[in-house]
């Protein structure tokens, strides 16, 4: 199993500024994906963080909005770019190894970000 | 494109006893698997079981079991002795082995009462 850490776990910003979660994974892995989870629904895909090149953004997010990203094979940073109170969500790192078998998809703990 | 329901918002269960949360999904994919996470207030997302689609077999851990049904694309999760720290969001979540992007259903909101 993988475990993954996230900073900060929560922060509270003023409209307009920016501000970059990072996640942390404790063994190298093949993938790496960012989701928000807006309050009281489900988890979204924003995009998947490719190690070395650009990430790949899910219809209705874009990288000026959300650039990512991803320098090594155990790190991601994710950064929420002119903020609106629109943007207050949880956001969540998950990771997993490719292989044969399916293997589990694990998050970290979530970054609850407020924007008034 | 991949899509997951889960058409209950809310389940209440009394401990000990059995409840069934529902999920259905649709693919054109032969290859793939599925997922249970359960979100407890604390939102992390644990992993509860997983299916690969490729197996027959019903996947089980410890009290929590699926019910697989490949053709009705249907997969629903069973607890077993529920206890009161079952009680959580519980998302059903495909993910195609092509992508491995993970495609969450709207969640259940599970309430265990003693």
């Known amino acids: 199993s993988a475990v993954i850490s996230q900073k900060p776990s929560r922060d509270i910003c003023q409209r307009g500024t920016s501000l970059t979660i990072q996640c942390q994974v404790d063994s190298q892995v093949t993938m790496m994906f960012w989701y928000r989870q807006q309050p009281g629904q489900s988890l979204t895909l924003i995009a998947t963080a490719n190690q070395g090149s650009e990430a790949t953004y899910e219809s209705g997010f874009v990288i000026d909005k959300f650039p990512i990203s991803r320098p090594n094979l155990t790190f991601s940073t994710l950064t929420v770019s002119n903020m609106s109170p629109e943007d207050s969500s949880i956001y969540l790192c998950?990771?997993?190894?490719?292989?044969?078998?399916?293997?589990?998809?694990?998050f970290g703990p979530g970054t609850r970000l407020t924007v008034l | 494109a991949q899509t997951v329901t889960q058409s209950q918002p809310e389940m209440s269960v009394q401990e000990a006893e059995t409840v069934t949360l529902s999920c259905t999904y649709d693919?054109?994919?032969?290859?793939?698997?599925l997922f249970w996470y359960k979100q407890p207030p604390s939102r992390q997302m644990i992993l509860v079981i997983r299916?690969?689609?490729?197996?027959?077999q019903n996947a089980t851990e410890n009290r929590f079991s699926v019910n697989f049904q490949k053709a009705a694309k249907s997969f629903s999760l069973k607890i077993s002795d529920s206890q009161l720290g079952d009680t959580a969001m519980y998302f059903c979540?495909?993910?195609?082995?092509?992508?491995?992007?993970?495609?969450f259903g709207t969640g259940t909101r599970l309430q265990v009462f003693p």
């Open positions: 998950s990771a997993h190894n490719r292989k044969a078998g399916g293997d589990t998809q694990y």
């Open positions: 693919t054109s994919e032969n290859n793939y698997y």
């Open positions: 299916q690969e689609a490729y197996k027959q």
């Open positions: 979540a495909f993910r195609d082995a092509n992508t491995d992007k993970l495609i």
